[in-house]
Antibody, heavy 125, light 113 residues
């Protein structure tokens, strides 16, 4: 069974830091590009960061650039997001997810796409 | 960056009746391979998003055939032929052509009358 399990969320003061982790299982983690997406309470989905399968290519949303750091450990099947200089507007559920991968097999086109259950980050004094 | 818009932003549907959601992108999502890189997600209450339609019109594994996706270029539609109670939630379109960034529409909340 494909699983992505996030951890590391919690309550932190403005200016503080957190490290989110995402444990992958049930698929060949090292073959897939990954991303972090966040969702403020009652709001829509906002892409946060992307990392290539090898970890050599990384991108960030402008809203977190310079404050957040994405990384991965393919040997440990894990994805990480280091959150620094946290602000109240960073309060959200943070989801790790695979980048949708389209492929063809004998039955036609397929998609591989998986999301974790999310971890809540609350930034408040 | 490609901007995604959706309409309506909320929809109340009688069970058994059809529903339709529109998604528009600021640039064409048509890839040179002939596929539109537009995905639809459903986020059920209290859950993470799950893919429903990919490449504009292909149903993801396990998705009932009452769901269909259509459109090309910049205009897309998600249709539910007969809404059931389990279909409630927020539907997001997402462009997958020029990534990153992965840009989502604002979401359409579907509930039952």
């Amino acid at each position: 069974e494909v699983q992505l399990v996030e951890s590391g969320g919690g309550l932190v003061q403005p200016g503080g830091s957190l490290r989110l982790s995402c444990a992958a299982s049930g698929f060949t983690f090292s073959s897939y590009e990954m991303k972090w997406v966040r969702q403020a309470p009652g709001k829509g989905l906002e892409w946060v960061s992307y990392i290539s399968s090898s970890g050599s290519i990384i991108h960030y949303a402008d809203s977190v650039k310079g404050r957040f750091t994405i990384s991965r450990d393919n040997a440990q099947n894990s994805l990480y997001l280091l959150l620094n200089s946290l602000r109240a507007e960073d309060t959200a559920f943070y989801y790790c997810a695979t980048v949708p991968t389209y492929y063809q097999d004998s039955r036609g086109y397929r998609v591989f796409d998986s999301w974790g259950q999310g971890t809540l980050v609350t930034v408040s004094s | 960056d490609i901007v995604m818009t959706q309409s309506p932003l909320s929809l109340s549907v009688t069970p058994g009746e059809p529903a339709s959601i529109s998604c528009r992108s600021s640039q064409s999502l048509l890839h040179s391979n002939g596929y539109n890189y537009l995905d639809w997600y459903l986020q059920k209450p209290g859950q993470s998003p799950q893919i429903v339609i990919y490449l504009g019109s292909k149903r993801a594994s396990g998705v009932p055939d009452r769901f269909s996706g259509s459109g090309s270029g910049t205009d897309f539609t998600l249709k539910i032929s007969r809404v059931e109670a389990e279909d409630v939630g927020v539907y997001y379109c997402m462009q997958a052509l020029q990534t990153p960034p992965f840009t989502f529409g604002p979401g359409t909340k579907v509930d039952i009358k």
